[in-house]
């Protein structure tokens, strides 16, 4: 090699000449206040978000794919298999399905829109780039999971009307909708955060797509979504009635209907913190390692 | 566009190595480019350039060694370095779905841009990388060459004085290749320091000061493209004769004109006659008179430099293949 030998400058040299401090080599790595990089995080936050919410209008057919699957889903249930169900209580079988309809749309909405999304990102070199920029690291996952959660947010709404068309009757009262809402807007963010640590780490948008929804389908048929658990066989019932799908139904369900909710709202809000609580840090740590193949 | 602040090499790499599982993606790379300059990484597929730019942006965090960027240092202020580079790398990395203008301005803001600047920013890229036109359009109808010049533009947004292109135009038609070619050209000579990968020998040879070629993750060989061509060998007369019977008087003439000592070459199917010149072009008006002289009939003559595909192929044995197919480390 025929390069000749030249040190880096010392940290005196730079003011010698004039030169800003903080950009003399050998300088100690600017450190931001924390206030200070909050901020930028949720200034950064919020354009990847504003990137989310255009490509959901730039893409229609991914809002209107995933409103007319559920929309099948309701018409199957209140029209097919509905018949067949009974649900006892006094309750029609109609006003029993939506609150399913809603979880199961939400669930497979969050983890599919997120993890498909940020796979789509890494495969085209998407993420390298934000990963090169002086920007907040946190904010590419954070801009996209808010996003994903207003989208989600609509969908709801065009289910809601979907089922008031095939007489869908809630009783319940404003509070326990707006607690129900809530509810599945906290489903709808920690599900995202399963699909973008799901999508980070597959890595592949077909692949999220075909294997890393599979384990949606046990979580949402075996649980209170579509028939009451009291059918199932015992050993089905012991995992339907304790996982988090049925609790957050069963809370839906009890708010949209006026029904007593009891401990269950609580018990599905502790299930979908916690499942942020293993998911963000798993997704965060995929993020860092990330690195686009070819 | 900003000149370096700095003392010393705008780029430099002292050691880096770094595996990827049984894969040796770097074994000891040592870079330095000044500031100002235009270094071209050179080398086959799997050779570890994109690792060696990967480490410099700051992206991969190598297993041993140092590396400064604008006069920091990579590992130890990540961050400083991303405000002072641009990086473009080996797909067009921009959102297809929304429109140029809307990428830059993305871009534009998580630099850090107030909103009005980044729009200002961006109508101005837009202007200069002739997508004006194409501004409002979503980028999943542009042509591969607008995609690279949109994501060239997107790593100039804050004019930084270091620029990353992992193999620019790979990929890309003649036309759209040559026209990124005069952006970057225009670019250098602005000031920019940059480091260009590619395993295009051409594209080295047009855009780069000195050429680093790596193989097997280290450099075997630096040098300005001239310095990197004579270590082949000097230039070459080569004349392909238009009847087999000439070959002879040809060959006559050549090696009346070829250095002591050097063999003159052959090739009968081809009817081709090559020897290493001496005096560059007065030998070789020298031979075309004594050629016209004894009646040889030319169908082609010329003074052949070694291309950089000879130069690779001296150095490492193996021509210089570009294999797209094969897994990039």
Known sequence: MSTTERRPAEPGRGADRGERAVDAPGAMPRRERPSKRLYWMWHDTMVIAERGLRQTTRIPELLVFATVQSAMFVLLFRYVFGGAIHVGKGISYVNYLMAGIFVQTVAFGATAGTGIGLADDLQKGLVDRFRSLPMS???????????DLARNGLTVIVMLLVGLAVGFRPEGSPLGWLAAVGLMLILSFSFSWVGAAIGLA????????????????????????????ATMPSWLRVFAENQPITKLVDAVRAWALGQPVGSTAWIALAWCLGILAVAMPLAVRFYRRAATLK | MSALDVAGPAILAEGLRKRFGETKALAGLDLQVEAGTVLGLLGPNGAGKTTAVRILTTLVVPDRGRAQVAGIDVMRNPEGVRAR???????AAV??????????????????????????????????????GAASRVVKTYSGGMRRRLDLAASLIVSPPVLFLDEPTTGLDPRSRLGMWELIEELVAQGTTLLLTTQYLDEADRLADRIAVIDSGRVIAEGTSDELKRRVGGERIELTVARHGSLEHARE???????????????ERARRVSAPAEGRARGLADVVRELDAAGVELDDLSLRRPTLDDVFLTLTGHEAEADAGEQEL
């Open chain 2, 253 to 267: 003439v050549l090696s009346r004109h070829a250095p002591q000592g050097e063999a003159v070459h052959i090739e």
């Open chain 2, 85 to 91: 580079i641009g990086l473009t790398g080996q797909y």
């Open chain 2, 95 to 132: 959102d297809e779905f929304l429109t140029g203008q809307e990428n830059l301005e993305m871009f534009g803001r998580l630099y850090r841009l107030p909103r009005r600047r980044a729009r200002v920013r961006a109508d101005e890229l837009l202007e200069r990388f002739d997508l004006a």
């Open chain 1, 137 to 147: 690291r946190m904010a590419v996952l954070l801009g996209r999971t808010l996003a």
């Open chain 1, 202 to 229: 597959v890595r592949n948008p077909e692949a999220v797509q075909a294997a890393g929804l599979i384990w949606l389908f046990p979580l949402t048929f075996a649980s209170s979504a579509f028939v009451p658990i």
